[in-house]
């Protein structure tokens, strides 16, 4: 195994399965992938962003690099002998899945669920759309 | 040469100043054909009016015809519409063709001088090269929102205009037709003078009201989305015009580009559904307004069926100029989103300027 690949959004459950995605890597001595899947916000976020002079696009970037820094850090915490970030747009399973294909992933780890509790009880979880797709073996921490 | 400026940062005030520092000066060098044009258009406008006050008119002459049931009145209204209602046709179509010709004299006058300044020295290259944040896709720029920030002014403040002089006119047809009206409420009586005109007020204030209240944010969001889609463009462009970097910064870039566009794009959705719900209501409910606060003078003998649906007539007319802000939401939207980005190309072909003055050498 070469190649770790773990999605967070910065939840609590991605939270854990960055975690378990580290110690998979600390002792597989792989390189763990984490990526997040930028732009969520909401309505009023954008309103509030309208009102004044403020760039969407840095927003969601910056909230990106948030999730991202807090999940290294919690890697490289646990031992994670390197690690490297990434961040995708659009519909999360599907740029999950995307990742995982373009990075030759040999493993996708992702939460049982994430922000989207409402959406995920109504449609389906990400975590449920990527097993169903997903390009390699899944791990789903619960 | 480097241009370290982003534009994107620059003051509303200073955007608006810059834009009509070139936008004005089609007013300035053809003052005669301009004012010839702008009394040409105002012409137009006070004769529509005049139009539209003698189709009142004959709607109240029609409507008490049939009333009375008069064959002969009718016969005679029916052979006055015909011409009023080829004036008002003829008077349209010589208003678009006022409108248009203004709009494409103005719209050529500002792209020449636009092309000029970005083909001259060839800064259109340096412009590509060294990428100013806030003046990206500058092809588009002089295409489209040259376009847009030329014909929106010419069509609002005639818009405007009509508005305020209909208002005014038809006010006096509502207090002429409406004449007083006795209220009584807990043994007290009150009579108000004028009492359309007090009844369309309140009615529009609380429509514009509604309006502003549901869609405040409106104008920013389509700014935003219309400056994120023009973003999305130039991502799109960098592609094109940079071919030899197609790495996955950029493609990074027009992916997230695109998400900008489609959050945005969501959010105006749920502005439109929003403001929807007033301007449907509105729709529906202001002839009905009109109708219904004459009801109790026509029941009563004080008014005749004809004044009634005059009154009615004259009472939407009114409502719809006082709407006059709320229908132009999102034309004057568009506008500004235009205007900003003509003005942040044209400091960025100022600053191209200035750069080449300080060191001829280099250009």
Request: charged share 60%.
């Given at each position: 195994m070469k190649r770790i690949l773990v999605a967070s959004d910065g939840s609590p459950d991605a939270e854990r399965a960055v975690d378990a995605a580290a110690r998979l890597a600390k002792d597989g001595r792989c390189e763990l992938v984490i990526l997040t899947v930028g732009g969520s916000i909401t309505g009023a976020e954008l309103r509030a962003l309208a009102g004044k002079s403020g760039d969407l696009s840095k927003t969601l970037e910056t909230a990106a690099r948030t999730v991202l820094a807090k999940a290294r850090k919690r890697a490289l915490r646990i031992g994670a002998p390197s690690v490297r970030e990434m961040t995708a747009w659009g519909e999360a399973a599907e740029a999950i899945n995307d990742a995982a294909r373009r990075e030759k992933a040999d493993i996708l780890v992702v939460g049982?669920?994430?922000?989207?509790r409402l959406s995920g009880l109504l449609l389906g979880s990400v975590s449920q759309k990527v097993t169903a797709l997903a390009p390699c073996p899944v791990m789903v921490v619960p | 040469m480097r241009l370290l400026h982003n534009l994107a940062l620059v003051g509303d005030h200073q955007l608006f100043a810059r834009f009509w520092r070139s936008a004005s000066l089609f007013w300035r060098t053809r003052k005669a054909w301009v004012v010839g044009l702008i009394v040409f258009l105002i012409a137009v406008v006070l004769m529509q009016l005049l139009v539209q006050v003698l189709l009142n008119i004959w709607n109240r002459d029609f409507f008490d015809a049939l009333e009375r049931k008069d064959a002969h009145a009718l016969w005679i209204q029916a052979k006055l519409f015909l011409p009023l209602a080829a004036s008002s046709i003829v008077l349209a179509a010589t208003s678009v063709w006022g409108r248009m010709t203004a709009q494409r004299n103005w719209r050529e006058a500002l792209t020449r001088h636009v092309l000029e300044k970005w083909l001259e020295n060839d800064r259109f290259r340096r412009l590509n090269h060294h990428m100013v944040k806030g003046s990206e896709n500058p092809e588009y720029r002089i295409v489209v929102d040259i376009r847009v920030s030329t014909d929106a002014p010419i069509d609002l403040s005639l818009a405007f205009f009509s508005s305020i002089i209909t208002s005014i006119t038809f006010f006096g047809v509502l207090w002429s037709i409406g004449g007083s009206i006795t209220v009584t409420a807990l043994g007290v009586s009150m009579t108000i003078p004028g009492y359309l005109v007090f009844g369309v007020i309140i009615y529009s204030g609380l429509v514009s009201g509604s309006m502003l209240l549901f869609g405040h944010h409106l104008t920013g969001v389509i700014e935003r989305m219309n400056q994120s889609e023009a973003e999305f463009r130039a991502a799109a462009d960098a592609f094109q015009n940079d071919a030899k970097s197609n790495d996955g910064d950029k493609r990074h870039n027009l992916q997230l580009k695109l998400h900008s566009v489609l959050l945005w794009w969501r959010e105006f959705l749920w502005q439109l559904v929003r403001t929807t719900f007033v301007s449907h209501g509105n729709t529906l409910f202001a002839p009905v307004v009109g109708w219904f606060l004459c009801v109790p003078k026509y029941l009563t003998g004080a008014m005749t069926l004809g004044e009634l649906t005059q009154a009615a007539a004259a009472f939407v007319v009114v409502q719809a100029s006082f709407n006059w802000v709320v229908d132009n939401y999102q034309r004057v939207a568009d506008w500004r989103a235009s205007v900003h980005r003509v003005a942040t190309l044209l400091l960025a072909l100022d600053e191209c300027e200035a750069a080449e003055q300080r060191s001829p050498a280099k250009v």
């Open positions: 049982r669920r994430g922000r989207g | -």
